[in-house]
């Protein structure tokens, strides 16, 4: 016998559950010939703590609830706000940049210090803060907490540092950007208004200086009053009284008029020589009506008026001011008015904001705006307004991940080379055309490509049964491939059925996939109880996709309860578990049939994925078949399992045959560790309708269906994600037919809302929103291997499934394909599976499988299983290589498949030597030797709470396991041993979102979807959190501030240049004061080790920056230098001239000159 004498790393010691007595006897009493023991299995374990630390990478997707938006014209960076205090800074593909506010307060504005890498921020807390943008990841410098005003609007202008913030109450105070503290300098509102004046102008709506005078400020209110402010005099230049409340101003550019947009959809013209009355009173989508009064038409939120060379004619870019009449069908609009052309663009959501991006960052200058960013609740987009169509550009970002709300992701590290490059190559065809030809505006930033950067794919599947492709490698995230699961059906129709009961839900949404990079198969589960099997292949094919239907829907009989006698036999009712064709005897006209109706006729398929098979679940006795729990598919076995809380269905995808369709129940065997009622037949499940009932403490209820992870909230129950809800079996009404309206309201409205008794709640709902008591109940229900028997009205749903190469009974010798199967009270069960070896058998020969019999338990409900060899490398599962299905066929060489087998064996010196089950439920972690089934290790990793999400993952060239909590702790345990590495309190709260969409990868990584429109994605590495810097983009590059033009000497002379005056002297601390100590809190930046570090990032931007300077110093000393030498030289000729008039004029008298 083998032994592995290798270093043990504290490996018993650190044990919680230390070594477990084998039990070495196999079938016939013999012990096995090759069979290791535990004290055989000597494993160094390189993984210590400190190779680990969360870290947040990177967020993708939409900014969720935007609020404002802001450009820096020279940096050409964009930011983001949004109402949960975040902001997204972006710039060319790879600078994208997210921060969050600490409070939580919503952004309401955004100000850039242009070309001076820093970004001011006004937050609903009535805070203002500066954000360090000179670093890869933005710090706040200072903060400033207005105590007793509330913020409304801010403005700040360009290279100045005097920050206007104007209040509610309607007063504008000045904020010193440099030292953040207020000025004693303020406009308070009753000086800005006439004394006779009796209202109150509203809050501050506006504030510009004029592009004419810096030293004149237009204030604008909400009540329609616009005023111009001397800040030298202190005094009022001129008052502007209007009927309709004000939205936005906008400055013609050389200062003599400007516009605004109000709230009854007019705007007005307004000229500084004569301020009684506008010039001009417009509206743009009003008409006049036969009686002669204007429709009536919604606000125009914002203006912009924007001048141009090319035109003499100006732009005016406008967001709303449709009538009410035409408003009600019609969708957000953006106006762009040049000239006579009117051009409106539809919007698919409502616009939160708009920006006109102009080429000069001047305000006195002639603009020429070159593309319009057009912020919207769900998506953001940019026009280029130099092409007459007015066309978009093609977004570089993933914005567009939420375009059907996020059903579950999936995370693939490591994946082979070639498959980005083919799904990118195939997923071009399917890119929208019609974009704009020029380059994406916002191009700011530098990225460069990591050193340390390796093949990843983030697949996403959708509510209306699509799934994306991304490729995810170098912290980046595009689009790769798209897949829609919704063409292999027929479009179901009104009244036709089950599928009639459908159309108003998301009957294809995506609830699982199984992927494999290798092989390329692909395998989505359905909200409606089907799979779907797809192959990849790079030519295109017209295929019959393959049909199967199963009944798999069992007696409310097939519960879990305390009996009076011991080993009760188990009848199985063969009708309830073999696969039955529509119509078959004993079923009702609408039962039988699957809920999607699969086209019968030959499907014309793209290159891509295309669908080979649909496995679908029957309605049964008018109940809907219940969602599928659980999925895995082996390309070299050629088998697919998926189990729901009914029992286990094993289909054979090259025969295309159902080998397996047995209840939860039957693959015990005669090895039940618990005692269970008798079960009645089907056929008398009328005159038992006793059984179905609920105990004392009866809790009946309708849960509303699953909502998709975008939820914000869980309506009810929080749920994991492994451990699915059942519904319990009602007894069918004699006499009354069914309809729609019955089935609708019945317990199983398809396949969405179940009925649930309370206790099937506790046992699969660990954790329960009703009361704090109830809480404690749940957690307190242990599911241990010592119970005997629980609660009746439960079922056991099969969670977790993983097909392998194991030991599928004690006495094995020699590994054989098996399928591991975990259900939702922690039995663990292994079935064997003989499979032929040669490839025209195995294509001929039936697949024998079966329960052998083999029990394990732990707490809680099976999560994860993964297989260790001996000596602690994780084995992977067989594979077959992939092969075009629709490749052309080479007749000397036959095509045969190639399949790839990880052996527990082949990676060991002898054959049968064994190998290291790893198995992790909800609250327990067991490390398992086979064929012995000793238990070497076991770690009860929580109490109060469970687990969401375990994965066994591949870190520093090693392995753990990886555990998400709901409590939201992420912990880390090291292989074998089950050693606590890492246990972090990551998220303080969990919604069901994140528990769906949490998931572990290989290389230390991870994501999960932060909200519903972005996917946040973290490491636990603590290599990689050291190396994020050099991965992530800097924000700012030192780039020289263009001049101001030169408007020559009689714009100048007649007053075209705009007046530049001190702000210092006006605003600063000697001649202004100290404002008041009351009025606002100055709050200094936080100087933590993170930001230190990410100050440490920007040294090389620091070093280009002081490059730059010292070139510029030394420009301006040679200038300096030649200046002096003309100088010298003046003063040499006038020298001269000098001394010859002096010579000239010596000897002469004065009555002589």
């Given at each position: 016998?083998?032994?592995?004498?290798?270093?043990?790393?504290?490996?018993?010691?650190?044990?919680?559950?230390?070594?477990?007595?084998?039990?070495?006897?196999?079938?016939?009493?013999?012990?096995?010939?090759?069979?290791?023991?535990?004290?055989?299995?000597?494993?160094?374990?390189?993984?210590?703590?400190?190779?680990?630390?969360?870290?947040?990478?990177?967020?993708?997707?939409?900014?969720?609830?935007?609020?404002?938006?802001?450009?820096?014209?020279?940096?050409?960076?964009?930011?983001?706000?949004?109402?949960?205090?975040?902001?997204?800074?972006?710039?060319?593909?790879?600078?994208?940049?997210?921060?969050?506010?600490?409070?939580?307060?919503?952004?309401?504005?955004?100000?850039?210090?242009?070309?001076?890498?820093?970004?001011?921020?006004?937050?609903?807390?009535?805070?203002?803060?500066?954000?360090?943008?000179?670093?890869?990841?933005?710090?706040?410098?200072?903060?400033?907490?207005?105590?007793?005003?509330?913020?409304?609007?801010?403005?700040?202008?360009?290279?100045?540092?005097?920050?206007?913030?104007?209040?509610?109450?309607?007063?504008?105070?000045?904020?010193?950007?440099?030292?953040?503290?207020?000025?004693?300098?303020?406009?308070?509102?009753?000086?800005?208004?006439?004394?006779?004046?009796?209202?109150?102008?509203?809050?501050?709506?506006?504030?510009?200086?004029?592009?004419?005078?810096?030293?004149?400020?237009?204030?604008?209110?909400?009540?329609?009053?616009?005023?111009?402010?001397?800040?030298?005099?202190?005094?009022?230049?001129?008052?502007?009284?209007?009927?309709?409340?004000?939205?936005?101003?906008?400055?013609?550019?050389?200062?003599?008029?400007?516009?605004?947009?109000?709230?009854?959809?007019?705007?007005?013209?307004?000229?500084?020589?004569?301020?009684?009355?506008?010039?001009?009173?417009?509206?743009?989508?009003?008409?006049?009506?036969?009686?002669?009064?204007?429709?009536?038409?919604?606000?125009?939120?914002?203006?912009?008026?924007?001048?141009?060379?090319?035109?003499?004619?100006?732009?005016?870019?406008?967001?709303?001011?449709?009538?009410?009449?035409?408003?009600?069908?019609?969708?957000?609009?953006?106006?762009?008015?040049?000239?006579?052309?009117?051009?409106?663009?539809?919007?698919?959501?409502?616009?939160?904001?708009?920006?006109?991006?102009?080429?000069?960052?001047?305000?006195?200058?002639?603009?020429?705006?070159?593309?319009?960013?057009?912020?919207?609740?769900?998506?953001?987009?940019?026009?280029?307004?130099?092409?007459?169509?007015?066309?978009?550009?093609?977004?570089?970002?993933?914005?567009?991940?939420?375009?059907?709300?996020?059903?579950?992701?999936?995370?693939?590290?490591?994946?082979?080379?070639?498959?980005?490059?083919?799904?990118?190559?195939?997923?071009?065809?399917?890119?929208?055309?019609?974009?704009?030809?020029?380059?994406?505006?916002?191009?700011?930033?530098?990225?460069?490509?990591?050193?340390?950067?390796?093949?990843?794919?983030?697949?996403?599947?959708?509510?209306?049964?699509?799934?994306?492709?991304?490729?995810?490698?170098?912290?980046?995230?595009?689009?790769?491939?798209?897949?829609?699961?919704?063409?292999?059906?027929?479009?179901?129709?009104?009244?036709?059925?089950?599928?009639?009961?459908?159309?108003?839900?998301?009957?294809?949404?995506?609830?699982?996939?199984?992927?494999?990079?290798?092989?390329?198969?692909?395998?989505?589960?359905?909200?409606?109880?089907?799979?779907?099997?797809?192959?990849?292949?790079?030519?295109?094919?017209?295929?019959?996709?393959?049909?199967?239907?199963?009944?798999?829907?069992?007696?409310?009989?097939?519960?879990?309860?305390?009996?009076?006698?011991?080993?009760?036999?188990?009848?199985?009712?063969?009708?309830?578990?073999?696969?039955?064709?529509?119509?078959?005897?004993?079923?009702?006209?609408?039962?039988?049939?699957?809920?999607?109706?699969?086209?019968?006729?030959?499907?014309?398929?793209?290159?891509?994925?295309?669908?080979?098979?649909?496995?679908?679940?029957?309605?049964?006795?008018?109940?809907?078949?219940?969602?599928?729990?659980?999925?895995?598919?082996?390309?070299?076995?050629?088998?697919?399992?998926?189990?729901?809380?009914?029992?286990?269905?094993?289909?054979?995808?090259?025969?295309?045959?159902?080998?397996?369709?047995?209840?939860?129940?039957?693959?015990?065997?005669?090895?039940?560790?618990?005692?269970?009622?008798?079960?009645?037949?089907?056929?008398?499940?009328?005159?038992?309708?006793?059984?179905?009932?609920?105990?004392?403490?009866?809790?009946?209820?309708?849960?509303?269906?699953?909502?998709?992870?975008?939820?914000?909230?869980?309506?009810?129950?929080?749920?994991?994600?492994?451990?699915?809800?059942?519904?319990?079996?009602?007894?069918?009404?004699?006499?009354?037919?069914?309809?729609?309206?019955?089935?609708r309201r019945g317990p199983g409205r398809p396949p969405f809302r179940k009925a649930q008794s309370?206790?099937?709640?506790?046992?699969?709902?660990?954790?329960?929103?009703?009361?704090?008591?109830?809480?404690?109940?749940?957690?307190?229900?242990?599911?241990?291997?010592?119970?005997?028997?629980?609660?009746?009205?439960?079922?056991?749903?099969?969670?977790?499934?993983?097909?392998?190469?194991?030991?599928?009974?004690?006495?094995?010798?020699?590994?054989?394909?098996?399928?591991?199967?975990?259900?939702?009270?922690?039995?663990?069960?292994?079935?064997?599976?003989?499979?032929?070896?040669?490839?025209?058998?195995?294509?001929?020969?039936?697949?024998?499988?079966?329960?052998?019999?083999?029990?394990?338990?732990?707490?809680?409900?099976?999560?994860?299983?993964?297989?260790?060899?001996?000596?602690?490398?994780?084995?992977?599962?067989?594979?077959?290589?992939?092969?075009?299905?629709?490749?052309?066929?080479?007749?000397?060489?036959?095509?045969?498949?190639?399949?790839?087998?990880?052996?527990?064996?082949?990676?060991?010196?002898?054959?049968?030597?064994?190998?290291?089950?790893?198995?992790?439920?909800?609250?327990?972690?067991?490390?398992?030797?086979?064929?012995?089934?000793?238990?070497?290790?076991?770690?009860?990793?929580?109490?109060?709470?469970?687990?969401?999400?375990?994965?066994?993952?591949?870190?520093?060239?090693?392995?753990?396991?990886?555990?998400?909590?709901?409590?939201?702790?992420?912990?880390?345990?090291s292989l074998p041993s089950l050693r606590p590495l890492m246990d972090i309190n990551y998220l303080?709260?969990?919604?069901?979102?994140?528990?769906?969409?949490?998931?572990?990868?290989?290389?230390?990584?991870?994501?999960?979807?932060?909200?519903?429109?972005?996917?946040?994605?973290?490491?636990?590495?603590?290599?990689?959190?050291?190396?994020?810097?050099?991965?992530?983009?800097?924000?700012?590059?030192?780039?020289?501030?263009?001049?101001?033009?030169?408007?020559?000497?009689?714009?100048?002379?007649?007053?075209?240049n705009a007046q530049t005056f001190d702000r210092e002297e006006l605003f600063g601390e000697a001649?202004?004061?100290?404002?008041?100590?009351?009025?606002?809190?100055?709050?200094?930046?936080?100087?933590?080790?993170?930001?230190?570090?990410?100050?440490?990032?920007?040294?090389?931007?620091?070093?280009?920056?002081?490059?730059?300077?010292?070139?510029?110093?030394?420009?301006?000393?040679?200038?300096?230098?030649?200046?002096?030498?003309?100088?010298?030289?003046?003063?040499?000729?006038?020298?001269?001239?000098?001394?010859?008039?002096?010579?000239?004029?010596?000897?002469?008298?004065?009555?002589?000159?």
């Amino acid at each position: 016998m083998k032994k592995f004498r290798k270093v043990l790393d504290g490996l018993s010691s650190s044990s919680p559950g230390g070594v477990a007595s084998p039990s070495c006897g196999s079938a016939a009493g013999t012990p096995t010939a090759h069979a290791p023991t535990p004290q055989d299995i000597h494993v160094q374990e390189t993984l210590v703590s400190e190779n680990f630390q969360i870290c947040k990478t990177v967020r993708h997707g939409f900014p969720y609830q935007p609020t404002c938006l802001a450009f820096d014209p020279v940096q050409k960076i964009l930011a983001i706000g949004s109402r949960t205090g975040g902001i997204r800074i972006l710039g060319r593909p790879g600078v994208d940049c997210y921060s969050q506010h600490e409070s939580g307060a919503a952004v309401l504005q955004l100000q850039f210090l242009i070309n001076e890498g820093a970004l001011v921020t006004a937050c609903a807390d009535d805070t203002l803060h500066l954000w360090n943008l000179r670093q890869r990841r933005p710090a706040i410098l200072h903060s400033l907490k207005f105590n007793r005003e509330r913020i409304t609007f801010c403005h700040l202008p360009f290279q100045s540092k005097w920050l206007y913030v104007g209040t509610e109450r309607g007063n504008t105070h000045i904020v010193n950007i440099e030292s953040f503290v207020l000025s004693g300098y303020v406009i308070m509102w009753n000086k800005a208004i006439e004394l006779a004046t009796k209202a109150h102008p509203g809050p501050v709506v506006h504030l510009s200086d004029s592009p004419k005078d810096e030293g004149k400020l237009l204030i604008g209110f909400e009540s329609g009053t616009v005023v111009q402010w001397d800040l030298r005099a202190k005094k009022v230049d001129f008052r502007i009284y209007y009927d309709e409340a004000i939205h936005s101003v906008s400055w013609h550019h050389e200062g003599k008029q400007f516009m605004c947009s109000h709230s009854d959809g007019s705007l007005t013209m307004w000229n500084l020589r004569n301020t009684a009355r506008p010039i001009q009173i417009t509206y743009p989508h009003g008409k006049i009506l036969k009686d002669g009064r204007k429709e009536s038409c919604k606000p125009i939120l914002k203006v912009e008026y924007k001048t141009s060379r090319n035109s003499s004619e100006p732009y005016v870019i406008f967001s709303g001011g449709l009538s009410y009449d035409k408003s009600g069908g019609r969708r957000p609009t953006l106006t762009i008015m040049h000239g006579k052309a009117i051009t409106v663009l539809e919007m698919d959501h409502p616009i939160v904001e708009f920006l006109v991006l102009c080429d000069t960052p001047y305000s006195n200058e002639v603009q020429d705006p070159y593309a319009v960013v057009v912020l919207l609740e769900k998506d953001f987009i940019v026009v280029d307004l130099t092409q007459s169509n007015f066309p978009i550009f093609e977004n570089p970002y993933p914005m567009d991940i939420h375009e059907s709300p996020v059903t579950c992701t999936a995370y693939f590290a490591e994946c082979p080379p070639d498959i980005i490059p083919i799904l990118y190559s195939i997923g071009a065809k399917q890119k929208k055309t019609g974009y704009s030809h020029k380059e994406w505006p916002v191009s700011g930033g530098t990225w460069t490509l990591g050193s340390q950067t390796y093949p990843e794919i983030i697949v996403t599947g959708h509510a209306d049964g699509t799934v994306k492709f991304w490729d995810a490698s170098a912290i980046t995230l595009q689009m790769l491939y798209k897949l829609k699961t919704s063409k292999v059906f027929e479009k179901p129709k009104a009244g036709e059925g089950r599928a009639g009961e459908l159309v108003e839900e998301d009957p294809y949404a995506v609830q699982m996939v199984s992927w494999c990079p290798h092989s390329r198969l692909f395998c989505v589960v359905g909200i409606s109880a089907h799979v779907i099997l797809y192959r990849f292949s790079k030519h295109d094919a017209n295929t019959q996709i393959v049909s199967l239907e199963v009944r798999l829907q069992f007696d409310s009989e097939d519960v879990i309860s305390p009996s009076e006698a011991e080993n009760n036999p188990c009848f199985s009712d063969p009708s309830s578990h073999s696969p039955q064709p529509p119509g078959s005897p004993g079923s009702g006209t609408q039962d039988s049939l699957p809920c999607l109706k699969v086209k019968s006729r030959p499907v014309r398929m793209p290159p891509g994925y295309q669908a080979e098979m649909v496995v679908q679940l029957q309605w049964v006795d008018g109940e809907p078949p219940q969602q599928i729990t659980s999925l895995d598919i082996n390309s070299a076995y050629g088998l697919l399992a998926f189990g729901n809380c009914n029992g286990l269905t094993v289909v054979d995808f090259l025969q295309k045959t159902i080998l397996m369709c047995m209840g939860t129940l039957d693959l015990y065997g005669a090895a039940d560790p618990y005692q269970r009622l008798t079960r009645s037949p089907r056929k008398n499940r009328q005159s038992t309708s006793g059984l179905t009932e609920l105990s004392d403490n009866q809790v009946s209820m309708d849960m509303e269906r699953s909502k998709s992870p975008t939820s914000d909230h869980v309506n009810g129950h929080c749920t994991s994600p492994t451990s699915q809800p059942c519904s319990v079996g009602k007894p069918r009404i004699t006499g009354v037919p069914e309809g729609p309206r019955l089935t609708r309201r019945g317990p199983g409205r398809p396949p969405f809302r179940k009925a649930q008794s309370a206790a099937c709640m506790e046992i699969s709902l660990p954790v329960s929103s009703h009361t704090e008591e109830s809480r404690e109940n749940s957690f307190s229900r242990s599911r241990s291997s010592s119970v005997s028997s629980i609660d009746r009205d439960t079922k056991e749903s099969v969670t977790t499934l993983q097909f392998g190469e194991s030991y599928g009974r004690k006495g094995d010798a020699l590994p054989t394909a098996c399928l591991w199967v975990g259900t939702s009270l922690g039995v663990v069960l292994l079935l064997p599976i003989s499979i032929p070896t040669e490839e025209e058998e195995r294509m001929e020969e039936p697949i024998t499988m079966g329960p052998s019999g083999t029990v394990l338990m732990l707490k809680g409900s099976v999560l994860r299983f993964a297989f260790l060899d001996c000596g602690g490398a994780l084995i992977q599962s067989p594979y077959e290589v992939w092969r075009d299905p629709n490749g052309p066929e080479d007749p000397d060489r036959p095509r045969r498949r190639k399949l790839i087998n990880f052996s527990p064996s082949s990676s060991q010196e002898a054959c049968g030597d064994g190998h290291l089950a790893v198995v992790c439920s909800e609250k327990q972690a067991k490390v398992i030797l086979m064929p012995t089934q000793a238990v070497l290790f076991t770690h009860n990793i929580t109490e109060s709470s469970f687990l969401l999400r375990a994965d066994v993952v591949s870190v520093c060239n090693s392995v753990c396991l990886a555990c998400f909590c709901a409590n939201g702790h992420i912990m880390t345990l090291s292989l074998p041993s089950l050693r606590p590495l890492m246990d972090i309190n990551y998220l303080p709260l969990t919604d069901l979102r994140i528990a769906r969409t949490f998931v572990f990868t290989n290389g230390g990584q991870a994501l999960y979807l932060s909200s519903p429109t972005e996917i946040q994605r973290l490491t636990y590495s603590q290599e990689m959190t050291d190396n994020l810097q050099d991965m992530l983009g800097e924000l700012f590059t030192p780039i020289e501030t263009p001049e101001a033009q030169n408007k020559g000497f009689l714009k100048g002379f007649f007053g075209g240049n705009a007046q530049t005056f001190d702000r210092e002297e006006l605003f600063g601390e000697a001649a202004a004061g100290k404002a008041s100590r009351s009025l606002a809190q100055h709050i200094p930046g936080p100087m933590g080790l993170e930001n230190m570090k990410a100050a440490a990032g920007g040294v090389v931007g620091d070093l280009a920056r002081a490059r730059i300077a010292l070139d510029q110093r030394g420009e301006r000393l040679g200038e300096l230098e030649e200046r002096t030498a003309l100088m010298m030289n003046s003063a040499e000729t006038f020298s001269t001239h000098a001394h010859q008039v002096m010579l000239k004029h010596k000897d002469k008298k004065w009555y002589q000159l």
